[in-house]
């Protein structure tokens, strides 16, 4: 059997749910293609017995007025799903006998907070709030970024403000860069705080994360912005998003994984596996990591872009384990998120469910932590070599949270580790990648991979294509693909901006 949607859109993760409900309810026929059983992806959820466990993200911004996912939500006539600003965002325990830095929501306590923690650092902080409110305001213009067209040309430059142009000159610079530009340099204390929580965003330490993202995901936890602990789980915003693409007309199909891509007069054939139908399609978006591109197309992908995709550093992979406890065994007022500098098996950013947010019974609480790793080594490992790794990374990530939470190994009432192995069969990531492509200078912004593909109706979205990693980016990449999508058939697409 034959089908021909106007578009297909690949990969059901927060992207790909966001670019096929825009499209759909454009009035385009929209088939959007998962090859795991549920949505969501990195941003999914996952049952064992009576304790529900986000995948990979346990955050989400976006949420405040003019934020992403409200701006979405409301374009699609959808309520936001209920959440709690999270205050203090994180607690960062730098393991070194000092009192942890406690990220405030409000501006006004985490300055305070700051000078308190890292004294003489104002100036940095100056800088970077300067920066980001320039960046906001571009942002929430929706610009086309990078421009590969007359057209994204066209809705870049009136996204431009002089303040812009001025922070442009520090489009190839580092967060490091900022510190020795303000006279920080030389406090280790804030770098590692600075290496620990930028590591979270954009895979990067200071010295590779770009000064201009990096000055907006430091000031993202600070009201009128903000973190949130959704209710229930992260798989809440996900149904939302299929909700709008039902609405309009849009189809969804689980387990359907695209094992080829094949241009044609017509369009593009999509070929799927252990399936007995095909697809073509006009436009295809894909809404997966850039690293299955080759693979997904062979040959017919030009050899100058093959080149560019070969250059790009390999994203990371992760070790997270997902336990649950009782409630009365964590700290005393215990956050729901800590970050602590742990050497072995790496620095931890730990997850605790809130008491009747839908994630453990009353009484208890879920825990995940995780950790970044090289993602490509662990699938050199044979079995007992596997087996034995894995067993030595779950110990060490139990003796950082023992020392972190005091919870020993035997107090868990639910334990498991995934590897990226794991992580590879949840979401089809090549390798159990986690993230996109790091957030450094040379790869981000203008540097950064396009959402138009040289290939004629391919279209990119996602974590890979600016602004970046994270549900509220993700979802701005999908807008972004989407409006350049429609602009080839004549259509214009926007959705309401707080500054219109």
């Known amino acids: 059997m034959e089908t021909r949607p106007d578009v297909v859109v690949v990969g059901a993760g927060i992207a790909g749910l966001t670019a096929a409900a825009l499209l759909a309810q454009e009035g385009l026929a929209v088939q959007l293609l998962e090859a795991h059983q549920q949505s969501g992806g990195c941003a999914g959820t996952f049952r064992r017995g009576p304790y529900t466990f986000d ?34 965002v994180c607690v960062v325990d730098l393991a070194d006998g000092l009192p942890p830095v406690r990220i405030w929501r409000d501006p006004a ?14 100036r940095f902080w100056q800088l970077c709030a300067s920066l980001h409110e320039a960046n906001w305001s571009f942002a929430s213009r929706d610009p086309v970024l990078p421009p590969r067209s007359l057209w994204d040309l066209g809705k870049l430059l009136p996204a431009l403000r002089p303040a812009n142009l001025a922070s442009g000159l520090l489009t190839a610079a580092s967060v490091a860069d900022l510190l020795t530009l303000t006279g920080c340099g030389g406090d280790p ?4 705080f600075l290496d620990l929580q930028l590591r979270l965003y954009s895979q990067e330490p200071a010295e590779r994360t770009a000064a201009l993202y990096g000055a907006t995901v430091l000031a993202m936890g600070q009201a009128p912005l903000g973190l949130w602990h959704l209710q229930g789980s992260m798989q809440v915003l996900s149904q939302q998003l299929e909700q709008a693409l039902a609405a309009a007309g849009g189809q969804l199909r689980r387990r359907h994984r695209v094992s080829a891509l094949q241009r044609s007069a017509e369009g593009w054939r999509l070929q799927i596996e252990r399936q007995e139908f095909s697809l073509n399609a006009t436009d295809v978006v894909l809404a997966i990591p850039v690293q299955s591109l080759p ?30 406890v009782k409630r009365e065994l964590l700290p ?16 931890l950013f730990v997850s605790v469910s809130h008491e009747g947010d839908g994630r453990a019974p009353a009484g208890q609480a879920t825990v995940i932590a995780s950790v970044f790793t090289p ?24 003796r950082g949270l023992e020392s972190l939470l005091g919870i020993t190994s035997k107090q868990w009432l639910h334990a498991e580790l995934a590897t990226p192995r794991g992580f590879e069969r949840w979401t089809g990531r090549p390798f159990g990648f986690v993230g996109g492509l790091g957030q450094n ?21 996602g974590d890979s294509i600016h602004p970046g990693e994270g549900t509220a980016a993700v979802g701005l990449s999908a807008l972004m693909a989407c409006r350049q ?12 901006s707080p500054n219109t």
């Open 485 to 496: 999508l429609l602009a080839e058939r004549g259509q214009t697409l926007s959705i309401t």
């Open 441 to 461: 200078p040379s790869s981000f912004g203008p540097f950064g991979l396009a959402s138009r593909t040289p290939l004629p109706g391919l279209w990119l979205c």
């Open 189 to 192: 204390r804030l770098r590692r």
């Open 332 to 347: 005393t007022n215990c956050p729901g998120h800590i970050q602590l500098d742990w050497a072995d098996p790496g620095s």
């Open 375 to 398: 993602a490509k080594p662990w699938f050199e490992l044979e079995a007992p070599s596997y087996d034995q790794a894995k067993a030595d990374a779950m110990a060490a990530l139990q």
């Open 55 to 88: 995948v990979g993200a346990t955050q989400v911004a976006g949420l405040e007025p003019g934020g992403s996912h409200q701006r979405l939500l409301a374009h699609f006539g959808l309520p936001l799903p209920q959440a709690t600003p999270l205050d203090p």
């Open 295 to 324: 693979d997904l197309l062979g040959k017919q992908l030009p050899a100058g872009y093959r080149n560019r995709l070969k250059g790009l550093n390999d994203p990371s992979g992760a070790l997270v384990f997902y336990g649950a």
């Open 109 to 122: 306590h985490w300055a305070s907070e700051r000078e308190q923690q890292f004294p003489g650092s104002s």
